[in-house]
């Protein structure tokens, strides 16, 4: 199975930073990767799908990219609702869906 | 806009079968094509996606799971549903159910419901 490796596993971070998260896949994955955010006690929410595709209704300072092993999630100003922990996924050729093991991003 | 939402029992006893049901509103199962799954979420962990379903009949699952799992769907109640058997603590999560939308990503997610196994 593919693995997929998230670092930093933690982040802290001030509003207005630019922050960057990197998500490696252990063997290529074309661009089957998304990003999902989630809050506590809340069902994740999807951020960004095809790498670099921007769900409807996602803020534009989100954005990804990426293909093959290595893709990135920015956001480019962060605000005080980005506090959240982000998760990759990916869906390989065997149709079997596969997290990271998540970002958490903090106020420093 | 659809909406997703598990039900079943809060509490199972270890050996038992765990047993979800994931009821769509605003909007047929059927319609379009979509994947629709089961992922949990132990407290204070990590996503795991558990298998899915097509409207046909048609799963995938977590090789790691595989054994022990069942997903089902009755387009008749607009409901897919989720079996696991020989649960064990290690089953304690949030189980989320939620559709696969475009790159077959997880656009839509029920809130979740914590399943506890204990006896």
């Known amino acids: 199975d593919i693995q997929l490796t998230q670092s930093p596993s933690f982040l802290s971070a001030s509003v207005g930073d630019r922050v960057t998260i990197t998500c490696r896949a252990s063997q290529g994955i074309s661009s089957y990767l998304a990003w999902y955010q989630q809050k506590p006690g809340k069902a994740p929410k999807l951020l960004i799908y095809a790498a670099s595709t921007l769900q409807s209704g996602v803020p534009s300072r989100f954005s990804g990219s990426g293909s093959g092993t290595e893709f990135t999630l920015t956001i480019s100003s962060l605000q005080p609702e980005d506090f959240a922990t982000y998760y990759c996924?990916?869906?390989?050729?065997?149709?079997?869906?596969?997290f990271g093991g998540g970002t958490k991003v903090e106020i420093k | 806009q659809v909406q997703l939402q598990e039900s079943g029992p809060g509490l199972v006893k270890p050996s038992q079968t765990l047993s979800l049901t994931c009821t769509v509103s605003?909007?047929?199962?059927?319609?379009?094509?979509?994947?629709w799954s089961w992922i949990r979420q132990p407290a204070g962990k990590g996503l795991e996606w558990i298998g899915r379903i097509y409207t046909s009949g048609s799963t995938n699952y977590n090789p790691s799971l595989k054994s022990r799992v069942t997903i089902s769907v009755d387009t008749s109640k607009n409901q897919f549903s989720l079996k696991l058997s020989s649960v064990t603590a290690a089953d304690t999560a949030v189980y989320y159910c939620?559709?696969?939308?475009?790159?077959?990503?997880?656009?839509?997610w029920g809130q979740g419901t914590l399943v506890t196994v204990s006896s």
């Open positions: 996924q990916q869906l390989n050729s065997y149709l079997r869906s596969t």
């Open positions: 939620a559709r696969e939308g475009p790159w077959l990503t997880y656009d839509y």
């Open positions: 605003g909007g047929s199962i059927s319609s379009g094509s979509y994947y």
